[in-house]
């Protein structure tokens, strides 16, 4: 009963199914090439809405519908553990399937190499003059990426310095300036390694890691992740950042496998990481090296007080006080803000603003960095 | 080009019925009268009484049920695109694990012999609705697409066979050779 309905068709009365259709795999009989091409390419849209939306949310431009896209796990999916009993594991590995289904194993490449990209990043210079070694790295590996036609891929930066320069702050200033989304894990709170790299899959409330999710359930295929405070992961029990042997060793991360979903490799190399710490002693030689570590240090006071304007006008247009409070800080009150870090200044201004709104004035009284310790004694004598 | 006044004009089903039998008479009443005749002929309530026959054949409006058969035909290829159509949509749409369209396929397909035989006839009409189905589809999900890329999913679709929808077994099963193909 076999027969070829292209050929047999052709002759009948009326229009031939499939006369102009793409000829089906031969190998595979049962796995035509055009529909999983089509259901492919509906997943890319389906992609590509989403981070539209995404965007459009948090502020950042949208991304050009002609971004290129790549392919994050390979299709078609392996199978899963069929020797499995568990049907609890059996309805959550149908549920991811049915995911990986629907979003497809493309994602965006975000920060596409180009003029228009460069010339973002150099405005960090005037944003972020504390981070200029930084910021010469990142430009630099645009220019690369430039030459190869490619996107920013694969940033492994170690940011340390002591506490308040504002290494997260900058972390995020980078995101937008790429324009792709921005993971933060904050590594003192993380137990295990489970928040990067996922729970075992024997356990009742497993689930995937934050690396695996941002690259399935989200948009892009090189967020940028960054590792706060990485020097503050307990060592006492588990190791948060022993999945960071494998995810920022370039050969290694194309085939990441998060260990709540075992059954499927997916390609992290394309992620970019910023990791900030307070100091590096701490950390394992291993992790270290595979950072670039840059040490921000403190702004010059040329450009402490840069930064204080700078903070002070995204705090007025976050409030909108532009109409109510002089657009520049003046002399005394920057000279106030000079002696401490960058977020002592910006809570002090914000205590500031908040006193000036809550008596009506029009002039902010920046309180003492170091108040004088109370005089009255609290406690057992 | 359509001019508004064009694209505001109606569409009414009417227009598929000016046909000259149509024109006289209460449409209903004579093709319930050319039901009973064709009846009559079938079953006559006797065998010897050639006058009833003979009346009843009069009673035969040829050109009438020629139309009831077109319109008949219209209709079948119509539900054939309409039908076809939803299924190849929801085939494209499904990202279940069991790939329950599948089954709708199945069922659809072997409801009758002459299905499968629409469905490939109309197959052009019916991708073409399709495509139709999943842009509505993806806008109703928030998936915006532009005229550009609408149109490439469109021609995507419109290639697809039904080799490309359904696994070999349910095409060997289902559907016959032109040879041993029976019209409905």
Redesign the interface.
């Known amino acids: ?3 070829n ?2 050929t ?2 052709k ?8 006369s ?3 000829p ?1 795999n031969p190998s595979n ?2 796995a ?4 999983p ?3 492919e ?2 997943a890319d ?2 992609v590509r ?1 989403e981070a539209a ?1 995404r965007q459009t949310e948090i502020g950042l431009p949208l991304p050009a ?1 002609d971004d290129p896209m790549v392919p994050v796990f390979q299709t078609p999916v392996p199978a899963g553990d069929i020797l499995t009993s568990d049907r609890d594991v059996q309805k959550r590995e ?1 549920k991811i ?2 995911v990986l ?2 979003r497809g194993p493309r994602r965006l490449l975000g920060a596409v190499a180009g003029p228009e990209l460069a010339e973002a990043l150099n405005d960090l210079y005037r944003t972020h003059p504390n981070f200029v070694e930084a910021i010469d790295l990142v430009v630099g590996e645009e220019r690369l990426a430039r030459q190869r036609g490619t996107a920013l891929c694969g940033l492994r930066i170690l940011l340390t310095s002591a506490p308040g320069i504002g290494k997260t702050e900058f972390s995020q200033a980078l995101a937008a300036k790429l324009g792709v989304p921005m993971i933060v894990i904050s590594m003192s709170a993380a137990q295990s390694s489970s928040s990067l790299a996922g729970s075992e899959v024997f356990w009742g409330n497993s689930r995937p890691g934050q690396v695996w999710e941002s690259l399935i359930q989200g948009t892009h295929a090189n967020p940028l992740i960054v590792l706060d405070e990485l020097e503050k992961a307990p060592s006492n029990w588990g190791d948060p950042a022993a999945a960071l042997y494998q995810l920022l060793e370039p050969r290694t991360s194309v085939q990441f496998t998060d260990k709540s979903v075992p059954w499927l490799a997916v390609d992290a190399s394309r992620i970019n990481w910023v990791a900030t710490s307070n100091e590096i002693t701490s950390l394992h030689e291993a992790i270290v090296s595979r950072f670039v570590v840059i040490n921000a240090g403190a702004p010059p006071e040329e450009q402490l007080r840069g930064l204080i304007q700078s903070l002070y006008g995204m705090l007025l247009a976050e409030y909108g006080l532009i109409e109510q409070f002089p657009t520049h800080l003046d002399r005394q009150s920057e000279n106030a803000l000079l002696g401490g870090s960058i977020r002592d200044a910006k809570r002090l201004l914000r205590s500031a603003l908040g006193l000036a709104l809550r008596t009506g004035a029009r002039e902010l009284v920046i309180a003492s960095l170091n108040p004088p310790a109370t005089q009255r004694r609290i406690g057992f004598v | 080009m359509a001019t508004k006044s064009q694209k505001e004009k109606p569409s009414y089903r009417q227009e598929a019925y000016q046909a000259y039998c149509l024109s006289e008479g209460d449409a209903m009443e004579r093709l319930h009268e050319q039901w009973t005749a064709l009846s009559q002929l079938q079953w006559p309530p006797t065998l010897g009484d050639h006058e009833a026959l003979r009346k009843a054949a009069v009673e035969i409006d040829t050109d009438l049920i020629r139309y009831a058969i077109s319109a008949l035909r219209t209709h079948l290829q119509e539900a054939a695109i309409r039908d076809t159509g939803r299924l190849i949509a929801e085939r494209v749409l499904d990202t279940t694990l069991k790939q329950t369209s599948l089954q709708r396929w199945e069922a659809w397909l072997g409801a009758a012999p002459c299905w499968p035989t629409l469905a490939q006839d109309n197959w052009p009409e019916a991708v073409r609705h399709a495509a139709e189905i999943v842009v509505e589809a993806l806008s109703e999900a928030g998936v915006q697409v532009d005229r550009k890329a609408e149109a490439a999913l469109a021609d995507q679709v419109g290639r697809l066979s039904i080799e490309d929808l359904l696994p070999k077994a349910t095409i060997d099963r289902l559907f016959t050779t032109s040879s041993e193909t029976k019209e409905c």
Do not use: D, Y
């Not at chain 1, 035509?32 to 529909?35: C, D, G, K």
């Open positions: 009963m076999s027969m309905l292209r047999s068709v002759h009948r009365r009326g229009s031939p199914a499939g102009q259709a793409t089906a009989p049962e035509p090439p055009a529909l091409a089509l259901r390419h509906i849209l389906r809405a939306h519908t149908e399937r049915s289904c629907e």
